[in-house]
């Protein structure tokens, strides 16, 4: 599975807007992945200045990706492949 | 005998063409299952009444609901992003929130007590399904009912298999009496009376009709279809053309897919038996998304092989045969077609090699109607209404246009030209969205690239996302010093002033300058409306500086401008202003004119948003003059029109908001303040504004009660219809000018063209037809 970022410009939302979807992109991701197509949504951060959204999903390909947040009525500005880095483990951890 | 939409609730159910056969059992469950649970998806074939028996359901229910029952059709929408600006169109509502628009309408609903029907959800599962999922989870007291061939799915969802009309059992043994009864026969003969008047079964037709029926499946669109073509064939005709088009019917095995196997092949049948400019007229209607009128179809389907006389007669001929639909409540007669027959029609247009061509015509139709919206002329109104009733046709189009490199200027053009419409109505948020797809298409320093940018910055600030509009704004006036172009470069500047007004990233001294580039161009140039544009910024930067003198001039020369060219939308731009350094300057009444003009006009244009800031500041000037209550029913207004756009306050006005709000609550004590906010927050519309401009309600209502519907032999437009009006009330021309905000000279033109199609040759002749027509011309 490849990483991907989507980027949407979104102001004037809260807390509980952010939640909510990110309770609709994780409901996307499980009916697409429910018949065949998996997609993960991995998590999102909202940047208040600039008042965007980057959301990281995992995928075999951009479409499903795409197709997801199609579905979500949140337009989005960029979808990107992504490097998905995670943390090197601390000494003694395995 | 058709039906009428509820009237004990708000809705927008439409009236019922035809009578409603048959169905009691499932309409019994559908109520029964609506008490029990809130998610109810009606499932089964095309063409089996799923959304008929929806509607009516709905409207028997509609009772409980004491916030309506509202119909969203999805058939002509195919972007699934486009579903949740659906529901707010539905509801009524304009969205120019920035924020994620979901969220947006579950606040709106969260203490809404309503019925949603989501109609034809088949192509669109995934969006549909989340919308109600999410909705249902935040809002309590909402219940929705989907139809679409497949459930959506979801957790919680109750499922009702839509079955055919029932038939009798094989072998059964029925008099005609009895086989009239049923279902399937009931619609059938219903039907076939209006073709053929004698038509009834009996026993010469029985067995016929029976085998009709049972050769379709008895599914209601294949028995109307047939139906019609009782008028000029036996039933007996009917089903040996059938059976040559149906073998598959010898089997017993009528699942779902045979059912629309079964349908098909009636459609494909009912094509067969067409004359050939009828096919083609179908194929080509296809392209049509949410219905047209006659005047489109002409201009959009009519060629060499199609004459224009010839389109008129076929679409008749196509109503007659039930292929086409048609709404003669509508003015003009709105048409459209099932969706099931316009995707028949559009696999027709495919295999005729024409899909193509037909959607380059159909874009090129929608462009002639954006170039009515920005031609800054008195039509604006009309214009605005226009978009309003073909949406569904501009976002087809626009669609068309994102697809592909070549035609995504014509797709910036369009929404170029539909600024005016976007700023005032929305949706902002889905436009911006194609905008973005559009300018993905274009080249780096282009034209078409520069206008994108232009809309997007433009209506990015109106959403106060800020941090998007700046450096679009600041691309698109580099694009257009570079090109050199006059009127970009004079658009760029306003765009850059506009925007530098809110952000405040220029001094006043460049913003002067940005403004004098538009007056020049307005100049020298047949764009008269940028020296009025520039005038009006004028008014807004002098007025910022406190220069009130200078803001007065600039803003009553643009204002001028903009009445002697009959044009509301770039007036709303200056009347705020202008009336707010009035006020300043002490000239109360002069400034209450002002606002109260600039409301009347964004109220004419729809501009909710517009009109919500001109409420507010009447108010303020209502409480400023000591009257408390009539400030309390004006702040209600106000908040109510901002709740229907999914707006707050914006937070530069909350102090002179709140000083009102005190001031009015201190004399008038709490309750009396409550009493009359609430007054203006609930008054219908009518109403609304008539207390706003200081008018006579019954008026306004009786103009505003004047429904396409109820005009005289349909030879008078709106406007016409409301002259004659205010004619037969004894007001002069130049009263009518100054009442409808238009110049003498248009009201004479209107007086002329209403007595040449009348017949007439005096106004005094005029105003006593307006007294003799019974129904709509008078004041009803």
Known sequence: MSAFVVERRLSNVNKADLAMLQEALRFACDRLTSRGEPVRCLGSAYLPGPARLLTLFEADSAAAVQRVNENVHAPFVSLEAALKIDPAPAPGEV | ?780
């Not at chain 2, 929404?415 to 419409?421: A, E, N």
């Not at chain 2, 257009?480 to 009127?487: F, S, T, V």
Request: charge should be negative; glycine fraction near 8%; include cysteine.
């Open chain 2, 1 to 780: 005998m058709a039906g009428a939409p509820v009237k004990t609730r708000p809705n927008n159910l439409p009236a019922e063409l035809t009578s409603f056969v048959g169905r009691r059992r499932e309409l019994s469950e559908v109520k029964r299952l609506l008490t029990t649970t809130r998610l109810l998806t009606l499932t089964g074939s095309g063409g089996v009444g799923k959304t008929r028996l929806a509607l009516r359901g709905a409207a028997e229910m509609a009772r409980g609901f004491p916030d309506g029952v509202w119909l969203v059709s999805l058939a002509a929408i195919d972007d699934p992003q486009l579903v949740v600006q659906g529901v707010f169109s539905a509801l009524g509502l304009q969205d120019m929130s920035g924020g994620w628009s979901l969220a947006t309408l579950s606040d709106y609903l969260a203490d809404k007590h309503l019925l949603l029907v989501l109609d034809n959800c088949e192509h669109l599962l995934d969006s549909c399904a989340l919308l109600a999922v999410t909705l249902l989870k935040a809002c309590p007291e909402l219940r929705i009912i989907a139809t679409s061939r497949q459930a959506l799915g979801t957790t919680g969802e109750t499922r009702m298999r839509v079955p055919p009309l029932a038939l009798p059992e094989d072998g059964e043994a029925l008099t005609p009496e009895r086989l009239a009864t049923c279902e399937a026969v009931a619609l059938l003969s219903e039907r076939a009376t209006a073709v053929q008047p004698g038509f009834k079964v009996d026993v010469g037709n029985a067995a016929a009709v029976l085998r009709l029926c049972r050769r379709l499946d008895g599914m209601p669109l294949a028995l109307e279809l047939a139906a019609v073509r009782l008028e000029g064939m036996s039933v007996e005709a009917v089903v040996k053309g059938l059976e040559n088009e149906l073998p598959v019917l010898a089997s017993r095995n009528r699942g779902a897919e045979t059912r629309q196997q079964t349908l098909e092949a009636t459609i494909g049948w009912s094509y067969g038996l067409l004359g050939e400019e009828e096919r083609l007229l179908w194929a080509r209607l296809s392209v049509f998304a949410g219905g047209f009128d006659e005047a489109a179809s002409v201009t959009v389907c009519s060629d060499d092989n199609l004459p224009p006389d010839r389109v008129a007669e076929s679409l008749a001929s196509l109503v007659e045969k039930s292929i086409i639909q048609r709404d003669p409540d509508r003015q003009p007669a709105r048409y459209w077609m099932l969706e099931t027959v316009r995707r028949y029609g559009r696999q027709r247009l495919r295999e005729r090699d024409g899909e193509v061509d037909l959607q380059r015509r159909h874009r090129d139709w929608v462009l002639q109607l954006a170039l009515a919206v920005g031609a800054h002329d008195h039509h604006e109104v009309e214009a605005f209404d226009r978009i309003q009733r073909e949406l569904d046709n501009v976002w087809s189009a626009l669609d068309f246009c994102r697809r592909d490199p070549e035609e995504a200027a014509v797709g910036i053009q369009i929404c170029r030209q539909l600024f005016p419409y976007w700023w005032s109505r929305g949706p902002l948020g889905d436009v911006r969205r194609i905008l973005d797809g559009l300018h993905a298409l274009t080249a780096e320093d282009s034209l078409p690239r520069a206008w994108c940018l232009w809309i997007a910055a433009g209506l990015a600030v109106v959403q106060s996302d800020a941090a998007a509009a700046w450096p679009m704004a600041e691309e698109c006036l580099r694009i257009a010093r570079g090109r050199a172009e006059p009127e970009l470069l004079a658009m760029a500047s306003a765009l850059t002033l506009f925007t530098s007004l809110y952000i405040r990233k220029r001094s006043e001294e460049e913003l002067i300058s940005l403004a004098n580039v538009m007056i020049a161009d307005g100049r020298s140039s047949d764009r008269w409306y940028m020296e009025a544009y520039g005038k009006s910024y004028t008014c807004s930067i002098r007025l910022g500086q406190g220069d009130l003198a200078g803001a007065i001039e600039a803003g009553e020369s643009a204002l001028a401008m903009w009445r002697d060219h009959d044009e509301l939308f770039g007036r709303g731009a200056v009347l705020n202003n202008l009336a707010e350094a009035q006020r300043r300057r002490g000239e109360v009444d002069r400034a209450e004119a002002l606002a109260r003009e600039g409301a009347a006009g964004q109220h004419a244009l729809g501009g909710r948003r517009g009109l919500s800031q001109l409420v507010e500041t009447l108010a303020w000037m209502a409480a400023d003059r000591g009257a408390d209550a009539r400030a309390a029913t004006l702040l209600g207004y106000a908040d109510s029109l901002r709740e229907s756009i999914m707006l707050a306050l914006l937070p530069v006005h909350q102090a002179r908001h709140d000083a009102c709000e005190q001031a009015s609550r201190a004399w008038l004590g709490d309750a009396r303040y409550a009493r009359a906010f609430e007054q203006g927050a609930t008054m219908p519309d009518v109403e609304a504004i008539a207390f706003v401009l200081e008018q006579q309600p019954a008026r306004l209502a009786a103009l505003s009660a004047a429904t396409p519907k109820s005009l005289p032999s349909a030879v008078l437009t709106r406007r016409e219809l409301e002259i004659a009006r205010l004619i037969a009330d004894g007001l002069t021309s130049q009263q009518i000018a100054a009442k409808l905000f238009i110049s003498e000279r248009t009201v004479t033109t209107h007086v002329t063209n209403m007595l040449n199609k009348l017949g007439l040759s005096s106004r005094i002749q005029l105003a006593s037809w307006v007294a003799s027509e019974p129904v709509g011309a008078r004041n009803a």
